[in-house]
């Protein structure tokens, strides 16, 4: 498709709303029959998901990772997800330093001076052969900026928004949230720093998250447009669609909770799920799926919390899981674990942390460690290695401990360095590599909640354990990815965009 169009969906900074109106224009053109494909050039995130790596990008692995954006993006365009549609990933470990991923495969550790002086040029290269693959194969490219397009101290390297709307030929869209306050100085201060070429390619400027009458706003947008000559088409109301989450910024402060919402379920009756706020936390998507079930509260708790209020505990996945586990250790959550009495659930790096033993620990640690103690919840050891498995994966499921009377196939995905060793007499309900005990589960196994058969047995056992009876309340959901269409088509003027309304 030689004529493919690509619109860049671009921020006056990190989390104004550009995942949200990419994945709503997605969905959009993808039910007016459009061919219609996700990009995001360089990602930054530890919320990552395994798909397919296509047969004309230059890895020979199957699979890869991408951001949870472009998987969720990839979802709302009605088209499988692929490494093309986030070619570059970056997925801090703390110390200033990321892993490295280019067309999926983990490249290796990096601090930020040396992936600018080093592989940026790489980096761009495939960027933009991913994106020539994702134009040949369709009529619009729905691309998703990063942070600010204003970084002037970036212009000069800035693959997600500058270098994108370059080698794409994109048309862009200014998205601005008010929630923050500050939303037209901060549009009128992003057009004036853009470099003069890509200010001739803003179409449009959307105002994002707004509470209130639209008609407030009116003597802003008529001054903004008549400073600029910038259009603005539209003003979104603060309405979260239920989206995944693509980083920490959009996790509640620490000891606050999240939940889906008014579910019909009075406090005395619900319970509660308390997640360490991990300093290097990644994939807390996995939580969201809980979140959602009538009842359920998610609570992300500080380190040095105590369990005193949870029903049950689930250890999130960490892109640093040595040096995660001693900053739990010095705040006193192992003693917390191990005196609480609950279901405990860890999820991938959540597991190797209620091991025995972690080794090889300077794989993962920005320091040089040979071994560190895990909690020891579990009769299983961890051992660091370089290579990285990513894999979709099928699982079948014989509940014990907090999965007790599941049974059946679930599905996820495994992204991990770690090798964990389980002895034959520990039961593994999902798969060899995971393990249990009577109140305890440790699996590699992402999404797991997400397989209805596994959510609703450890809800079950979170209620029986709690020792109260789990109500049963209807709910119907509207799809995110409806809802973020909806969003969409009703506050935005896409005729001015060449969309079809």
Known sequence: MADCRTLLVAGTASHVGKSTVAAGICRHLADAGVAVAPFKAQNMSNNARAVPVPEAAPPEAAWGEVGVSQYVQARAARVPATTDHNPVLLKPRGDAESQFVLDGQAVGHYAAGDYYDDFWEQARGTAAAAHARLAADHDIVVAEG????????????????VETARFADADVLVAADIERGGAFASLYGTLELLPGDVRERVAGAVITKFRGDP?????????????????????????????????????????????????????????????????????????EPLARVPGVRVAYVPPAADLADADAVVLPGTKNTVDDLRDLRDAGFGAELRAFDGPVVGLCGGYQLLGERVANAGVESTDDLEAVAGFGLLPAETAFREDKRVDAVTRELNGVGPLAGAAGEVSGYEIHMGRTEVPESVPNP????????DRVLGTY???????????????????ESAGRERPTVEQSRESPYDAAADLVREHVDLAALDLPA
């Open 215 to 287: 008609a407030l706003l009116e003597p802003g947008i008529a001054e903004i447009e008549e400073r600029t000559g910038v259009p603005v088409l539209g003003v979104l109301p603060y309405d979260d669609p239920g989206l995944p989450a693509e980083d920490s910024l959009s996790l509640p402060d620490e000891g606050r909770g999240v939940d889906g919402g008014d579910d019909g379920v009075a406090d005395a009756r619900a319970v509660t799920v308390a997640v360490p706020r991990l300093p290097r936390i990644s994939n807390f998507t996995d939580l």
């Open 430 to 437: 999902v798969g060899p590599t995971s393990a249990a005990t």
């Open 445 to 463: 196994l992402h999404g797991l909640f997400e397989n209805a058969v596994a959510r609703d047995a450890f809800v079950d056992a979170v209620y």
């Open 146 to 161: 990063a942070g600010s397009i204003a970084e002037v101290n970036l212009h000069d390297r800035d693959l997600a928004n």
